[in-house]
Structures are given as C-alpha cells and as structure tokens.
C-alpha cells in the first residue's frame, strides 16, 4: 500500500525559507507517477503549488514560481518543497499527493499534511 | 489561469436524499488529447483530500457507486444519489488540463 508522509518544521519565521519532505513508501518514485504539493490556508480552499516527475522535471504555480523549489531524490525514495521568502499568508496545511500519469491522471493518493505556521 | 467556480457553496440535505454540486470552468477543459482532466476530492472534517472521481465521470476505486460526475466543455457535476452521515464535508473539483491546475471554492455538504 502506498503512503505519504509529510514533514519538517512547524514553525517558520517570516523572511526564511520554509522545507518540507514527503517520503513515500510502498513504491518507488523512480518507477514514475508524478508527485505534488498542494496546500490549504487555516478555513480556506486548496492551490497546487507544483509537480514534480521522477525524472526531476518540474511545474510550478506561476504565483508561487519564482519562491518555489521541488526536488525529488529516489535514493531516500523522497521529494522535498523549498518556499523562501515566506510571510505570513504561507500559513497553510501542506500536503504532497501522488498524481497517476498513466490512466487516472489525477492525485489519487495524499499525505495527512502537515501544518506550518510562519510568525516570528 | 482557469477559474473554477463551485455551486452551491453550501448544501443542508436530508439523510438518503440526493445532492447535487456544480462546477463551471471559465474555458473548456478539454486538453489537446482530447481527455477532460476534471476530478472531484471529498475532505472531510480534519482529514486531507480524497480522490473521487478522475476525468469527469470515472470513479476512484473504493468510492461508493451513490457518487456520479457528469459534464462536458466547462459544466461538470457531482451527484451523490442518496447522502449518507459519513458524506459530511467539503467537496471540491478540481481541473488539471491546464497549468497551473486549480480548484474550486468548495461545497460544505452539510446534514439538515
């Protein structure tokens, strides 16, 4: 069975540069599929912060592009998600996803999320 | 970017009666593949997101057969034939024919 999990920091000071890992077990991320962040502000929606393929190739949401970093490393079977420059509004639950690329072409399996605050 | 707006924002139903959701895209969601890459997520109250349905109508597996999606171009829906108590949450459509992807306000689908 394929799972997700989230971790790193709770809490984050504004201006620094918030890192989180999601390692995955019960398949090898070498082996394909593509792997997401998505997060969820305290009470709000969901915004996709970007994908990542195995082969290290990568999509950001334009909005968060130029603070964003997600890497992968199939060595620790793990992806990681870099967000510098963070304030305030990057108060979120964020979670990694699994996203099929060979027939559901959606994220069909996610962490629980972790929840980061930024406050000094 | 594509906008994907949800209604209603929030819908009181009756134990075992149907539900219904709707999601407009602001351009047609139809990828140059000819796939619709629009999904439907149920959260429910403090767990993630929950994969339901794939590429408008397609059911993930283990997903109960009372959810249904339908729709075409930029009008989808969520159907839930008979709500039961373990429904309870928010639910969300999601488009990833495009980037970046985005998702709808959410639906709090609620118990009268």
């Known amino acids: 069975q394929v799972q997700l999990q989230e971790s790193g920091p709770g809490l984050v000071k504004p201006s620094e540069t918030l890192s989180l890992t999601c390692a995955v077990s019960g398949y090898s991320i070498s082996s394909g599929y593509y792997w997401g962040w998505i997060r969820q502000p305290p009470g709000k929606g969901l915004e996709w912060i970007g994908n990542?393929?195995?082969?290290?190739?990568?999509y950001y949401n334009p909005s968060l592009e130029s603070r964003v970093t997600i890497s992968v490393d199939t060595s620790k079977n793990q992806f990681s998600l870099k967000l510098s420059s963070v304030t305030a509004s990057d108060t979120a639950v964020y979670y990694c996803a699994r996203r099929d690329a060979k027939d559901l072409w959606a994220f069909d399996i996610w962490g629980q999320g972790t929840m980061v605050t930024v406050s000094s | 970017d594509i906008v994907m707006t949800q209604t209603p924002l929030s819908s009181p139903v009756t134990l075992g009666q149907p539900a219904s959701i709707s999601c407009r895209s602001s351009?047609?969601?139809?990828?140059?593949?000819?796939?619709?890459?629009l999904s439907w997520l149920q959260q429910r109250p403090g767990q993630p997101p929950r994969l339901l349905i794939y590429k408008i109508s397609n059911r993930f597996s283990g997903v109960p057969d009372r959810f249904s999606g339908s729709g075409a171009g930029t009008d989808f829906t969520l159907k839930i034939s008979r709500v039961e108590a373990e429904d309870v949450g928010v639910y969300y459509c999601?488009?990833?024919?495009?980037?970046?992807?985005?998702f709808g306000q959410g639906t709090k689908l609620e118990i009268k």
């Open positions: 990542i393929y195995h082969s290290g190739t990568t």
């Open positions: 999601m488009q990833e024919t495009q980037f970046p992807y985005s």
């Open positions: 351009q047609s969601l139809v990828h140059s593949d000819g796939n619709t890459y």
